[in-house]
Structures are given as structure tokens and as C-alpha cells.
């Protein structure tokens, strides 16, 4: 079992910087694969990045550049720090995990653990 709970979001002006940051729970934190994507009103997920047990990190071109994932193990917390923000990027942003290879190997979109959401909203 894996819990996932999220926290960071707001509003922010179009080139603002905004760090949402994932606590994770659950003695399978090391087997995990973890990541975000977002979800905006009438659109379907779209994962933004997503680091593999390995350490490999992959980003949805749409953020390449400006957003940055990155984990501190010790405190078995992701984070996603984004930056030069674009009103395309407003959407409740979830933090994501899965344990299988089959599902890791897909977008964050697809991991089967998810925490609540938290809302990023940036005004142009």
C-alpha cells in the first residue's frame, strides 16, 4: 500500500514558480515508482514527469525545460518544482506511484496510487 498526500499549490502569474511536494507513505517507498500529472477541466490526464526506481527521469515535452522532479529519500518526499508557469499549465496536479514494472513503464497518469490533488492556478 502506498499513500500519497500532496501539498504546495496556489496561484501565480504567468513566468511565476510554484514547488509541490509529495509525502509518501508505506514501507514500499524504495520499490516504488513515482511521478505527477495534471488534470485540467474537460481534459484528460497528462503526465508531466516521473522518476523510475532506477533514477530515470522522463518529462511530457509540454514542460521540458521548466519543471523539475526530484526525491529526498530520507524524507520519502517528492517534489516538483515549476517554473516560467503558463496559464496552459493551470490543472490539479496529482502526485502518483505504482509498484509494477508494467504500469512504471507508462506515463504518471497511469500509476494506480495517487494522492488528493493539489490546485495550481496561474493568471496571464
Known amino acids: 500500500q502506498v499513500l500519497l498526500v500532496e501539498s504546495g499549490g496556489g496561484s501565480v502569474q504567468t513566468g511565476g514558480s510554484l514547488t509541490l511536494s509529495c509525502v509518501v507513505s508505506g514501507n514500499t517507498y524504495s520499490r516504488a515508482c513515482m511521478g505527477w500529472f495534471r488534470q485540467a477541466p474537460g481534459k484528460e490526464r497528462e503526465g508531466v514527469a516521473q522518476?523510475?526506481?532506477?533514477?530515470?527521469?522522463k518529462y511530457a515535452d509540454s514542460v521540458k525545460g521548466r519543471f523539475t522532479i526530484s526525491k529526498d529519500n530520507a524524507k520519502a518526499t517528492l517534489y516538483l518544482q515549476m517554473n516560467s508557469l503558463k496559464p496552459e499549465d493551470t490543472a490539479m496536479y496529482y502526485c502518483?506511484?505504482?509498484?509494477?514494472?508494467?504500469?512504471?513503464?507508462?506515463?504518471?497518469?497511469?500509476?494506480?496510487?495517487r494522492g488528493q490533488g493539489t490546485q495550481v492556478t496561474v493568471s496571464s
Open positions: 522518476i523510475a526506481r532506477d533514477g530515470d527521469i
Open positions: 502518483a506511484a505504482d509498484l509494477l514494472v508494467f504500469f512504471c513503464m507508462r506515463t504518471a497518469a497511469n500509476f494506480r496510487y
